[in-house]
């Protein structure tokens, strides 16, 4: 019998060619994730998982799929799977750390501009039938002469600060490992600390891991510092924010606006997250632009993306250590025979 690799998303095909001489593959036929007890009862006797964002891999997933040898992210950020509880399973642990980088610079250009201009806005205004020539209305933020701020300058902050470069604006970055003097020189930026951030920025962009140390790093107290009417845009990880914070803030006109790619009800991991977003959010139509978590939503990179999470499979059947792990194996811990 050959050994099963479950997909728990729908995917190319062609993308997972790489496998064919090693396993019977099984996709997800659907748009809509599995759910916990689906994916578990299909992974049961499986070689390895193809995992994404929706997915959760923790202890009781691990004890119910004694077959498994790999869990293969198609992410970068693996906050949702219990690195130590695949470690002492035998279990490789694997993501995707580079391919993510330059969509998610992408889309977070494109949400500070819809922010910042109105653009949805005046997309509605448009549908609804008001729009008869130009009129002196929803006038924004122009991005010359701002000082945007970008918390962590790791990959993705680093390609977000490039992308910047061209609109004229100062930019400053708070992070605890500081670039080299050179790197800072090349990308125009300047060191701060996230309080002092606070005070100077028109725009704060989050491009930080999601850790216990960055959970709700952006609260109530946190909101209250930031200079007034700054706009806030968060294509990383939803719970980095106090929402519901983020939606008094705009209430209360001391936050500009909020744009985000990502929301805390997804980040599973978390058993006191938010099970949705606040309704407040949905409902200011003016002050916020939501996406629906389309930071590597590329065709191409995301085929991309799950031809290199089938590659550290294919790495793990030829017994080599998988390119992507994020886990270390020992004599003791396995992987599983």
Same mark, same amino acid.
């Given at each position: 019998?050959?050994?099963?690799?479950?997909?728990?998303?729908?995917?190319?095909?062609?993308?997972?060619?790489?496998?064919?001489?090693?396993?019977?593959?099984?996709?997800?036929?659907?748009?809509?994730?599995?759910?916990?007890?689906?994916?578990?009862?299909?992974?049961?006797?499986?070689?390895?998982?193809?995992?994404?964002?929706?997915?959760?891999?923790?202890?009781?997933?691990?004890?119910?799929?004694?077959?498994?040898?790999?869990?293969?992210?198609?992410?970068?950020?693996?906050?949702?799977?219990?690195?130590?509880?695949?470690?002492?399973?035998?279990?490789?642990?694997?993501?995707?750390?580079?391919?993510?980088?330059?969509?998610?610079?992408?889309?977070?250009?494109?949400?500070?501009?819809?922010?910042?201009?109105?653009?949805?806005?005046?997309?509605?205004?448009?549908?609804?039938?008001?729009?008869?020539?130009?009129?002196?209305?929803?006038?924004?933020?122009?991005?010359?002469?701002?000082?945007?701020?970008?918390?962590?300058?790791?990959?993705?902050?680093?390609?977000?600060?490039?992308?910047?470069?061209?609109?004229?604006?100062?930019?400053?970055?708070?992070?605890?490992?500081?670039?080299?003097?050179?790197?800072?020189?090349?990308?125009?930026?300047?060191?701060?600390?996230?309080?002092?951030?606070?005070?100077?920025?028109?725009?704060?962009?989050?491009?930080?891991?999601?850790?216990?140390?960055?959970?709700?790093?952006?609260?109530?107290?946190?909101?209250?510092?930031?200079?007034? %009417?700054?706009?806030?845009?968060? &294509?990383?990880? #939803? =719970?980095? *924010?106090?929402?519901?914070?983020?939606?008094?803030?705009? +209430? !209360?006109?001391?936050?500009?606006?909020?744009?985000?790619?990502?929301?805390?009800?997804?980040?599973?991991?978390?058993?006191?997250?938010?099970?949705?977003?606040?309704?407040?959010?949905?409902?200011?139509? %003016?002050?916020?632009?939501?996406? &629906?978590?389309? #930071? =590597?939503? *590329?065709?191409?990179?995301?085929?991309?993306?799950?031809? +290199? !999470?089938?590659?550290?499979?294919?790495?793990?059947?030829?017994?080599?250590?998988?390119?992507?792990?994020?886990?270390?194996?020992?004599?003791?811990?396995?992987?599983?025979?």
């Amino acid at each position: 019998m050959r050994p099963k690799v479950v997909v728990s998303a729908q995917v190319d095909p062609v993308s997972l060619a790489t496998l064919a001489p090693y396993a019977e593959v099984v996709v997800n036929a659907t748009t809509q994730p599995w759910c916990r007890d689906e994916l578990i009862d299909r992974a049961r006797n499986a070689f390895g998982i193809i995992s994404f964002m929706a997915d959760a891999v923790d202890e009781g997933l691990l004890q119910r799929c004694p077959s498994l040898r790999i869990i293969a992210g198609a992410l970068k950020g693996y906050d949702n799977f219990d690195v130590e509880a695949c470690t002492r399973h035998g279990v490789w642990l694997t993501v995707v750390p580079d391919l993510l980088t330059e969509p998610t610079a992408d889309l977070t250009i494109g949400l500070l501009l819809a922010l910042s201009r109105n653009l949805m806005e005046g997309d509605r205004l448009i549908r609804r039938g008001e729009y008869a020539g130009w009129r002196p209305v929803l006038y924004g933020t122009g991005l010359r002469g701002s000082t945007v701020g970008i918390a962590g300058m790791g990959a993705v902050g680093q390609a977000i600060a490039v992308r910047l470069a061209g609109f004229g604006c100062r930019l400053v970055y708070a992070d605890d490992r500081p670039l080299s003097a050179d790197d800072e020189v090349a990308l125009g930026a300047v060191r701060f600390s996230m309080e002092g951030m606070a005070a100077e920025c028109d725009v704060l962009i989050l491009a930080l891991p999601l850790t216990d140390q960055t959970a709700t790093l952006i609260d109530r107290q946190f909101l209250s510092r930031l200079k007034p %009417r700054c706009l806030l845009i968060n &294509p990383a990880r #939803g =719970s980095l *924010v106090d929402e519901e914070a983020v939606a008094d803030a705009i +209430e !209360a006109g001391r936050l500009g606006g909020y744009a985000a790619d990502v929301f805390a009800f997804e980040d599973i991991a978390r058993a006191d997250r938010l099970k949705e977003i606040p309704p407040r959010l949905l409902a200011d139509l %003016r002050r916020t632009v939501l996406s &629906p978590h389309l #930071g =590597s939503a *590329v065709e191409t990179v995301r085929n991309e993306i799950v031809a +290199e !999470a089938a590659r550290n499979i294919v790495d793990c059947f030829e017994g080599r250590t998988p390119r992507g792990a994020v886990n270390a194996m020992s004599s003791t811990t396995g992987p599983r025979r």
